[in-house]
């Protein structure tokens, strides 16, 4: 089925992106604008907050001010009495008492004389300042500093008794004489607690610092660590760096703010629900029509790329597609092809029976999975081989519609199969002559006995018959020697030319044991030679063998021989080649064991490797041969340490039961 090329419609709409981009922007401009408002809003809490907080700041301040120079000018008025009446102690006692219950930040109220020393003082004689267990500056130079200027002098703060105090000296003159010193020793505690209101205190953190930024008083009841604006004055008096640092809670919105802010978050959720059930359907729309878009380009870029011919069938069995590969294949037209019912314009006339048998399998679902291989014809005549592959058609439903299948031309690949098989034929016939050349001294021996002993028996009958002293049965019995020689002798010829001849593998039921025992006729005088032990280890039965005799004759005098020539270094005595055989789960494990000196590791990688070879002058094939043999007869081949040194080369065979379970 061929699918047109999109036109016009096919094209996506540019005015469907406006449609999903213009909400998009409108939104995020809403939420933009949203965020705005409520920082907006947030700053200006904040701005009102601290408008709010600088002016309580002011007040407070104004009120400690106002507060401490009240103090100072009762205590200026109290020393302008003492100077005057002339029962000053009565006077100090009964007026310092009152200051001390209506000023509960005053901690003590001292009255001394011209030289400093205390005429009296409320309550008790000890001030906080000789209880201070670090004091700042020594009274005596704030005195002397009042006493020189003639006013009211305050003094830096103190620590004492686990609080901070500081002390207001007002001079006392009698006429233009100072009598004495007035000294009011006030406790910051003490006075943050009584001027600072309720209302202030739930609003912000009061904190009372030195010029070094040490708290020396404060007052709260916020959490300090949701407090976010802060402001600072100075306090004078009394001053030296004395300062008010006040701490505001965070910002706070009201309800009816809240309330708005929860509105809006709602009616921007309920549009962006709106416009993103919009946004799906047009989605889903826009969906369906690129879907169809992205199917037809893909379809189009496959068949256009691809190798492999695709063809596609009904249940009746009817082309229903088919791709430009599949056509340029057969050389037929799609035209030609689609609707086209059995047999097919590109089926073998020559092989028609077989083709319309695996067509009537697919049909049936009984399509074999690793596909299968048959012969077709182009439409000039030339015929191909080609791998198919079928698979089920299932639509959008889930309905079985018919049947794809995939087309390879493997013409190339068989004959370089077969190319390959029949170079590795002619390699394998070449090892063989190369190992009968190898062994010519071998050969030559196992016929000069036969051929001696023919020769001595004709002689023995030639001077009988020339002496005349004979009996028949005297020359019989040379004669039956001769012949038997002369047998073995031929039997020795038929096994070299068995060996060496070209010809097809061909699998047949075998001895093992026969095999093995050839094989070590051939080799036996190389190895004896080498001074080298043939052993040979067999188990008692004798089940036949699936294999190529000859082939499997060339692996064991190949492993054998290197086997031999492996132990060319080992000492004489301990020059013992194995060969064992066993059987494992219906197939033969033969074994070929030397004492040589080993294979290494990194050799054992390349073993097998085409052209590889540890000889000076070996061709690198004789393993790669056996291997190859190996593989033909079904068989695995591999390579293992001999645990008392040496190499042991092992390949398995199957028995004629494994393949033929019926044979006797």
Known sequence: MQIEAPTAAAKTP?????????????????????????????????????????????????????????????????????????????????????????????????WLDYSGVTRGAIPGHVSPRQGATAPRERGEDHFDLARKLGKPVFSRPFPAQGESFFELYIPVYRGNELSGMLVATHSLNGL????????????????????????????SKLDT???????????????????????????????????????????????????????????????????????????????????????ARDLTGRITYVNPAFCEMTGFSAGELI?????????????????????????????????????????????????????????????????M????????????????????EKLQATSRLVTMG?????????????LAAISSYNTGCLNKLASGNFTPAELHGAMEKLGL??????????????????????????????????????????????????????????????????????????LMRNAIEAMGETVPERRRLVVQASEHDGVIEVRVIDNGSGIADAVKERLFTPFFSTKPDGMGMGLNICRSIIEFHKGRFWVEDNPGGGTIFVFTLPLAEAEHPHTP
């Not at 190898?438 to 036969?450: F, K, R, V």
């Open 485 to 558: 020689q002369a047998q073995r002798a031929g039997k020795i010829i038929r096994r070299v030319h068995d060996f060496v001849r070209k010809s097809e593998p061909k699998l047949a039921e075998c001895d093992l044991a026969e095999v093995i025992d050839d094989a070590i006729g051939f080799i036996e005088h190389f190895a004896q030679k080498r001074q080298v032990h043939i052993e040979r280890e067999l188990p008692g039965w004798r089940h036949p063998l699936l294999a190529d005799q000859v082939m499997v004759e060339q692996v064991l005098l190949n």
């Open 192 to 219: 943050i607690g009584h001027l600072v209101p309720w209302w202030f205190v739930e609003k912000y953190q009061l904190h009372v610092i030195d010029d070094e930024g040490a708290t020396l008083a404060s007052k």
């Open 14 to 110: 540019k005015w469907s992106s406006w449609y999903l981009t213009m909400p998009k922007l409108a939104v995020g401009l809403l939420v933009a604008l949203l965020i705005a408002l409520l920082w907006l809003l947030q700053d200006n809490e904040k701005e009102e907050q601290r408008a709010t907080l600088i002016a309580d700041v002011l007040w407070l301040e104004q009120s400690i001010r106002f507060h401490l120079e009240s103090n100072s000018e009762q205590l200026q008025q109290l020393a302008l009495d003492l100077a005057r009446n002339d029962d000053s102690d009565a006077l100090f006692d009964t007026r310092a008492r009152h200051m001390m219950r209506t000023n509960p930040e005053l901690a003590h109220i001292a």
């Open 405 to 424: 299948g995939s087309v390879l031309d493997i013409t190339e690949r068989k004959r370089a199969e077969e190319l390959n098989r029949q170079q590795e």
């Open 339 to 403: 609707g086209a019912l059995p047999p097919y314009p590109y089926w073998n006339p020559e092989d028609l029976e077989r083709t319309r048998e695996l067509h009537d399998k697919v049909l049936d679902g009984l399509a074999p999975a690793q596909g299968f291989e048959l012969r077709f014809r182009r439409r000039n005549g030339e015929t191909f081989d080609a791998l198919v592959y079928e698979a089920p058609l299932i639509d959008a439903d889930g309905r079985h519609t018919g049947w």
């Open 225 to 311: 660590a949701k407090a976010t604006l802060s402001h600072q004055v100075s306090l004078d008096p009394p001053g030296y760096g004395l300062a008010l640092r006040v701490i505001a809670n965070r910002v706070t919105t009201s309800t009816a703010q809240n309330l708005i802010i929860t509105l809006i978050i709602f009616l921007a959720g309920a549009v962006f629900w709106s416009l993103w059930a919009m946004r799906g359907l047009m989605r889903h729309r826009l969906a369906a029509e690129q879907a169809l878009r992205s199917e037809h380009a893909f379809r189009k870029a496959m068949e256009d790329s691809l190798n492999t011919g695709m063809r």
């Open 438 to 450: 190898e062994m010519a001294s071998t050969l030559a021996h196992e016929l000069n006995q036969p």
